[in-house]
């Protein structure tokens, strides 16, 4: 019964930034895996970033250098802090989680279909 919440999508204009919240309820197992993707319109949904239990971090060539994915236990909560935004940024954004079994690999791939429990999304706008 994990559930997710994200906040602080907004407008922005190019070059602001955003930072983005995921509060996670409900108990998931210590190996977990969670991520942030996006879905623009008329595109596929795609991994942005992910974050595992052991704190190990991948981004998408498209945000690296820009985008911080992290975690804060103590509050239960997912952050991506996103810099220097563009247009092409714009998108619904999405959390996601999923527990890990012993020995998989595919937390850092960030792929959707790897994923199980999803947050309402959070739209991000950012305009020139």
């Known amino acids: 019964q994990v559930q997710l919440v994200e906040s602080g999508g907004g407008s922005v204009q190019s070059g602001g930034s955003l930072r983005l919240s995921c509060v996670v309820s409900g108990r998931i197992h210590s190996s977990y895996c969670m991520g942030w993707f996006r879905q623009a319109p008329g595109k596929e949904r795609e991994g942005v970033a992910a974050i595992d239990s052991d704190g190990s971090t991948s981004y998408a060539d498209s945000v690296k250098g820009r985008f911080t994915i992290s975690q804060d236990n103590a509050k239960n909560t997912l952050y991506l802090q996103m810099n220097s935004l563009k247009p092409e940024d714009t998108a619904m954004y999405y959390c996601?989680?999923?527990?890990?079994?012993?020995?998989?690999?595919?937390?850092?791939?960030?792929?959707?279909?790897?994923?199980?429990?999803w947050g309402q999304g959070t739209q991000v706008t950012v305009s020139s």
């Open positions: 996601a989680a999923d527990t890990v079994e012993y020995g998989d690999t595919w937390c850092l791939a960030a792929r959707p279909g790897h994923f199980t429990y």
